[in-house]
């Protein structure tokens, strides 16, 4: 056996020195700590040509930074050159081992779902206690959003160098456009909710590091507040977007889930795609600045990331879909499934019918074609307040499915209209199935929520007009066919499309 020296054991080995740039910095790694270093650039949305620009953003960065990691920052350090009378300014940090780097982790094919719960629950902390006021809620107003959108188009334009767009930047113009100008209520409403805060602004897989006592989160925006001013799912749309990158998209997913679970978040998930859109472009744009840097790959990567974008935009994409046809065409059923599968809200006349009667959905109401509850001016009634219940939740980014005979011209033209207001896809789809098909079905169907029997669909059928902008669907078949007609026209673009975002269940801590 070795008897003990008594002395003491030799230091762990200190990390090795390194370098890396940014577009905006340099950051030194030496020993156990690292030491950044502003470039003295004006990029236009920054200006660090002066030594005194440099000097406020770092003590603002330092001081901003402490909101998420304030054991890591600590302070701001200088550089003096022999022959300079003005030091340069420098954040001075404490080294994170790299190995516990989020991005690394991910490339490493490492478990990371419960280290980005604890990332999860330190942003909604952060959010929930955040700075609220009408300068932060400004920024989170429909022409607020359009305006970062607008200005990061002609950034991308003129970094393109001729001032022709990369490849898809049209597109993702015109999907951007469309969404915002119809969901000026969604925007208002999560003000209203508290939802914009003094966020992080540039939450990147790069700057989080997964540590035994909880995450450190670096590197916050810090030269322009109103960039820093978001809404809360916004800011962690930034993560969900790297993580999808670095090609964990199913985590990503999750990662945005536990934040609105933590809080307490109830946004479309056309919200969900619409800021990882942004936040793809706007790291598309940076990666456009570091090209013209000369930096490897960049261009690539912008290429990248602007498909991202497109991508959840047209994920993003908020629609009205009516699926229509006579008593016994397997409307109905077709419109449950479509709805489950398309994470959109169902709305049926039948239910609205009754309602507006105060009777529950499920009683009878049998009446003769055209009499109690279905004289004209009950139908009337019914489509009148089905399309404005779907204008509100359209206007406030959820999808719908409206499940109705839709047999009467008038009624289609206004649904139409109502498309049109809210800046939403409007897809028809008219369901039909052999005459035979329909009366076993209305002769063996249970009574409830539809009235209609053998007399009314043959009354309705006699006198049904033609439907040309419908797309035809059989529902004699099995359902999953008939599924797969109507996903085909909803969403032709599906193969080049991100997943509609659904909440999956996240275990326990």
Same mark, same amino acid.
């Given at each position: 056996?070795? #008897?003990?020296?008594?002395?003491?054991?030799?230091?762990?080995?200190l990390?090795?020195?390194?370098?890396?740039?940014?577009?905006t910095?340099?950051?030194?790694?030496?020993?156990?700590?690292?030491y950044?270093?502003?470039?003295?650039i004006? *990029?236009?949305?920054?200006?660090?040509?002066?030594?005194?620009?440099?000097?406020?953003?770092? @003590?603002?960065?330092?001081?901003?930074n402490?909101?998420?990691?304030?054991?890591?920052?600590?302070?701001?350090?200088?550089f003096?050159g022999?022959?300079?009378?003005v030091?340069?300014?420098?954040?001075?940090?404490?080294? /994170?081992?790299?190995?516990?780097?989020?991005?690394? *982790?991910?490339?490493?094919?490492?478990?990371v779902?419960?280290?980005?719960?604890?990332?999860?629950?330190?942003l909604?902390?952060?959010?929930?206690?955040?700075?609220?006021?009408? @300068?932060?809620? #400004?920024?989170?107003?429909?022409?607020?959003v359009?305006? &970062?959108?607008?200005?990061?188009?002609?950034?991308?334009?003129?970094?393109?160098?001729?001032? =022709?767009?990369?490849?898809?930047?049209a597109?993702? #113009?015109?999907?951007v456009?469309?969404?915002?100008?119809?969901?000026e209520?969604?925007?208002?409403?999560?003000?209203?909710?508290?939802?914009?805060?003094?966020?992080?602004?540039?939450?990147?897989?790069?700057?989080v590091?997964?540590?035994?006592?909880?995450p &450190?989160?670096l590197?916050?925006?810090?030269?322009?507040?109103?960039?820093?001013?978001?809404?809360g799912?916004?800011?962690?749309?930034?993560?969900? /977007?790297?993580?999808?990158?670095l090609?964990?998209p199913?985590?990503?997913e999750?990662?945005?889930?536990?934040?609105?679970?933590? +809080?307490?978040?109830?946004?479309?998930?056309? *919200?969900?795609?619409?800021?990882?859109?942004?936040?793809?472009?706007?790291?598309?744009k940076?990666?456009?600045?570091?090209?013209?840097?000369?930096?490897?790959?960049a261009?690539?990567?912008a290429?990248?990331?602007?498909t =991202?974008?497109l991508?959840?935009?047209?994920? +993003?994409?908020?629609?009205?879909?009516?699926v229509?046809?006579?008593?016994g065409?397997?409307?109905? =059923?077709?419109?449950?499934?479509?709805?489950?599968?398309?994470?959109?809200?169902?709305?049926?006349?039948? &239910?609205?019918?009754? @309602?507006?009667?105060?009777?529950?959905? @499920?009683q009878?109401?049998?009446?003769?074609?055209?009499?109690?509850l279905?004289?004209?001016?009950?139908?009337h009634?019914?489509?009148?307040?089905? *399309?404005?219940?779907?204008?509100?939740l359209? +206007?406030?980014?959820?999808?719908?499915?409206?499940d109705?005979?839709?047999?009467?011209?008038?009624?289609r033209?206004?649904?139409?209209?109502?498309?049109?207001?809210?800046?939403?896809?409007?897809?028809?789809?008219?369901?039909?199935?052999?005459?035979?098909?329909?009366?076993?079905?209305?002769?063996?169907?249970?009574?409830?929520?539809?009235?209609?029997g053998?007399?009314v669909?043959?009354?309705?059928?006699a006198?049904?007009?033609?439907?040309?902008?419908?797309?035809s669907?059989?529902?004699?078949?099995?359902?999953?066919?008939?599924?797969?007609?109507a996903?085909?026209?909803? &969403?032709?673009?599906?193969?080049?499309?991100?997943?509609?975002?659904?909440?999956?269940?996240? #275990?326990?801590?």
């Amino acid at each position: 056996m070795t #008897e003990p020296s008594g002395e003491d054991p030799a230091p762990a080995p200190l990390p090795r020195a390194e370098a890396h740039e940014t577009h905006t910095a340099v950051v030194l790694f030496v020993a156990d700590r690292v030491y950044k270093v502003k470039k003295p650039i004006d *990029l236009t949305f920054l200006d660090h040509t002066t030594v005194a620009a440099r000097r406020a953003t770092c @003590e603002r960065e330092v001081v901003l930074n402490r909101r998420f990691a304030p054991d890591v920052y600590l302070g701001v350090g200088e550089f003096r050159g022999p022959d300079t009378d003005v030091p340069e300014p420098v954040v001075v940090m404490r080294r /994170m081992p790299a190995e516990r780097r989020l991005s690394r *982790l991910v490339r490493e094919g490492a478990a990371v779902d419960g280290a980005l719960r604890g990332v999860a629950r330190l942003l909604a902390a952060h959010h929930a206690r955040a700075t609220r006021s009408r @300068e932060v809620n #400004e920024q989170g107003t429909r022409d607020a959003v359009t305006s &970062r959108w607008e200005a990061s188009f002609a950034e991308v334009r003129a970094l393109s160098g001729n001032g =022709t767009a990369p490849d898809g930047v049209a597109e993702v #113009e015109g999907l951007v456009r469309r969404y915002v100008a119809g969901r000026e209520p969604l925007f208002g409403m999560r003000i209203e909710q508290g939802r914009v805060v003094d966020g992080h602004g540039d939450l990147l897989a790069e700057d989080v590091f997964c540590l035994d006592d909880g995450p &450190r989160v670096l590197d916050c925006l810090e030269f322009d507040d109103k960039l820093r001013y978001v809404d809360g799912l916004d800011d962690a749309a930034f993560l969900a /977007m790297d993580l999808e990158q670095l090609g964990v998209p199913r985590t990503a997913e999750r990662f945005l889930a536990a934040y609105c679970d933590y +809080s307490g978040d109830p946004a479309p998930s056309s *919200l969900w795609h619409h800021y990882v859109a942004y936040r793809a472009f706007v790291r598309a744009k940076v990666s456009l600045i570091q090209a013209r840097q000369g930096t490897p790959g960049a261009e690539t990567a912008a290429g990248r990331l602007i498909t =991202t974008a497109l991508n959840h935009l047209r994920a +993003s994409t908020v629609g009205v879909t009516l699926v229509g046809g006579l008593p016994g065409s397997g409307k109905s =059923t077709l419109s449950g499934a479509l709805a489950d599968r398309l994470g959109s809200t169902l709305l049926s006349s039948d &239910r609205v019918r009754k @309602e507006l009667a105060g009777i529950p959905a @499920e009683q009878p109401a049998p009446a003769a074609y055209g009499e109690g509850l279905y004289t004209p001016e009950w139908t009337h009634k019914t489509y009148t307040a089905l *399309l404005d219940r779907a204008s509100a939740l359209l +206007s406030h980014g959820e999808s719908v499915v409206l499940d109705a005979t839709w047999s009467n011209a008038e009624q289609r033209e206004a649904a139409l209209r109502m498309a049109e207001r809210t800046h939403a896809d409007l897809v028809a789809l008219h369901c039909h199935v052999p005459a035979e098909v329909s009366a076993a079905r209305l002769t063996t169907r249970t009574a409830g929520t539809s009235d209609a029997g053998l007399e009314v669909a043959d009354a309705m059928g006699a006198t049904e007009p033609a439907w040309p902008d419908a797309v035809s669907i059989d529902t004699s078949g099995p359902l999953e066919a008939a599924v797969a007609q109507a996903l085909a026209a909803i &969403r032709p673009q599906a193969a080049h499309q991100a997943p509609v975002f659904h909440r999956p269940y996240m #275990e326990p801590d």
